[in-house]
């Protein structure tokens, strides 16, 4: 059983909680009453952090998450090694995956816009800050333009050289605004990585 810790806000008033619900419910029933939103919408939550965790170390013991602040250096060396484009986040969440105390492992959340709506990817490293496994968490583009598993499964043992050349990614037809946002995130995850050792 892998066990998560996480440092999270305790809410005293539980009744709080179920007023701000019922508010959002009638709000959200008199938008979709008066036709101001949609319930077509693609919002699509594909996997957990949960369930990609255990996919990515089916035998870790422990995760640990630490909230990290990068320094300006820290930006400024993970946007040289970015290539692309410069780094613009400076709190990052790290995952840190254990076995008998020792790291196995790391997992990175990435969120960025893929057309008009965003998703968000899982990216596990080995100890070493290869690639292990990518899984799309969220997605809210059409369903036609999700990438497939084997596709993800191309980045699996990459550093963060062969994920820029994008030696072993495919060009897939009609979705290279899904292929590029993802190893955007892919390279921005490896490029955060390294900034930090």
């Known amino acids: 059983m892998v066990k998560y810790q996480e440092s999270c806000d305790s809410i005293k008033n539980i ?48 995760v640990k998450r630490s909230t990290i602040y990068l320094t300006p250096a820290q930006i400024a060396k993970a ?8 780094v613009q986040m400076n709190i990052v969440h790290q995952y840190r995956v254990l076995q008998n105390d020792d790291v196995i492992g790391y997992a990175y959340l990435d969120s960025h816009r893929v057309r008009t709506f965003k998703e968000t990817i899982f ?46 990614l495919p060009v897939i037809t009609g979705s290279t605004l899904s292929t590029d946002a993802i190893q955007g995130g892919v390279i921005r995850v490896l490029a955060i990585h390294r900034s930090l050792e």
């Open 15 to 62: 009744s709080t909680i179920f007023q701000i619900c019922s508010i959002r419910f009638e709000v959200l029933v008199f938008l979709l009453v008066f036709g101001l939103v949609s319930p077509g919408i693609h919002s699509r939550v594909l996997n957990t952090l949960p369930m990609a965790l255990k996919a990515a170390f089916p035998h870790a013991q422990k």
């Open 123 to 168: 990216v596990a490293l080995d100890k070493d800050g290869n690639v292990m496994r990518v899984e799309i968490l969220s997605f809210k583009e059409p369903p036609e333009y999700i990438m497939d598993r084997d596709w993800l499964d191309r980045f699996n043992n990459s550093g963060l050289k062969t994920v820029i050349s994008a030696e072993k």
């Open 79 to 86: 946007s040289e090694l970015n290539r692309r484009q410069p």
